[in-house]
């Protein structure tokens, strides 16, 4: 195992990361620029909305050994009345440009992570809605992606406006993603803001767990170990606003010791948080995109935690049968019940 580098200062990296990556006075996002970026190779259509949006193909199908994911496809469908549930959904993705972790598995390009106005354009959330409508056949889905969207959580608020002052928000979904390292969705938005989130009906939010204990986490995102701990603070705050939240986990480790019980730990703290939140989550099985294989070829253990997420997802699916029924288990994700929003 290779020497530790220098962790992350998440409270401090995030602030400087958020000073550059949002204008509140004028309503602004940094958006990533895709089209000439590392990650264009990646796209299965090329990038769209001039540049800077991108259409993804959410499917349901999964690994062998690993849970179909019906995130965002299951719940998009509920809030809009789409039946049958397909197995395949299309959304329009628009990326800020701003993360403070450096996850390894992740499939955006470090330089589109920066805040660096050079890769990136500023919009507001009229313009990228504008340009959401422009689309022909357009995806029912508007993903707001990242970088890290809660560095920015003013963004989602924004977007909700827009869309209804075009007429686009009894027919469009609206999904964030949340990797739990900031507090700013509590501290910048107003309660308006807050009210807002909880009323409007088409929107849900996914949280995603670096890790599976503070190991895996710190060598994940390159963040301080301790972090690992607040993700799950952060998460109850999420749920008690009572919004319709689920979630996301990685289980890549380079650590082949002490899998069973750091999953077995995961869940006991996520049912800590709710009982039955561990239904409403998903596990992510990392695959090599480009960037992904670049940062692979430089590092063994990378690689070798690759192989230590199977032990992982085996691990995850013994604890799930082990504390929820069948029938549990068998629910539509969109249907397992949290003791705050039944409240």
């Known amino acids: 195992m290779k020497a530790a580098t220098k962790s992350i200062n998440t409270k401090r990296f995030a602030s400087q990361l958020r000073d550059r990556a949002i204008d509140v006075e004028g309503g602004r996002v940094l958006i990533s620029r895709l089209a000439g970026s590392g990650q264009e190779v990646d796209l299965t259509l090329p990038a769209n909305c001039n540049g800077y949006g991108r259409v993804r193909h959410f499917r349901q199908a999964t690994a062998e050994g690993w849970p179909a994911n019906p ?7 509920r809030a809009l009345g789409i039946t049958p549930v397909p197995d395949l959904m299309t959304a329009l993705v628009f990326q800020n440009a701003a993360c403070a972790w450096r996850c390894w598995y992740c499939f955006v390009p470090d330089e589109l992570l920066n805040a660096d106005q050079s890769r990136s354009k500023w919009f507001t959330a009229e313009q990228l809605v504008e340009l959401y409508a422009q689309i022909p056949d357009r995806p029912r889905i508007i993903d707001l992606s990242g970088g890290s969207p809660d560095l920015v959580p003013e963004w989602t608020p924004w977007m909700m406006r827009a869309l209804t002052e075009k007429g686009l928000a009894d027919t469009t979904y609206l999904w964030t993603d949340d990797n739990l390292s900031t507090t700013y969705l509590f501290d ?7 009210a807002l989130l909880r009323r409007h009906k088409n929107y849900g939010r996914v949280c995603c767990v670096k890790g599976f204990d503070s190991r895996s986490f710190a060598f994940n995102t390159r963040a301080a170990a301790h972090d690992y ?13 009572g ?37 409403r989550v998903i596990p992510l099985r990392i695959q090599v995109y480009a960037p992904v294989g670049q940062r692979i070829a430089r590092d063994t253990d990378r690689e070798r935690s690759i192989a230590v997420q199977e032990q992982a997802i085996a691990a995850w699916t013994d604890e799930l049968h082990r504390r929820f029924s069948e029938s549990e288990r068998a629910r539509s994700i969109c249907d397992v019940p949290l ?5």
């Open 339 to 343: 003791a705050r929003r039944e409240a």
């Open 71 to 77: 995130l965002p496809i299951a719940p998009a469908c």
């Open 188 to 194: 910048a938005l107003s309660s308006e803001d807050l």
């Open 243 to 279: 919004l319709d939240v689920y979630g996301y986990v990685t289980l890549t480790s380079p650590y082949e010791d002490g899998v069973s019980e750091g999953v077995c730990d995961l869940v006991d703290r996520l049912q800590s948080i709710d009982p039955n939140f561990p239904l």
């Open 229 to 241: 701990d607040r993700q799950f603070e952060i998460l109850q705050r999420v749920i008690d606003l």
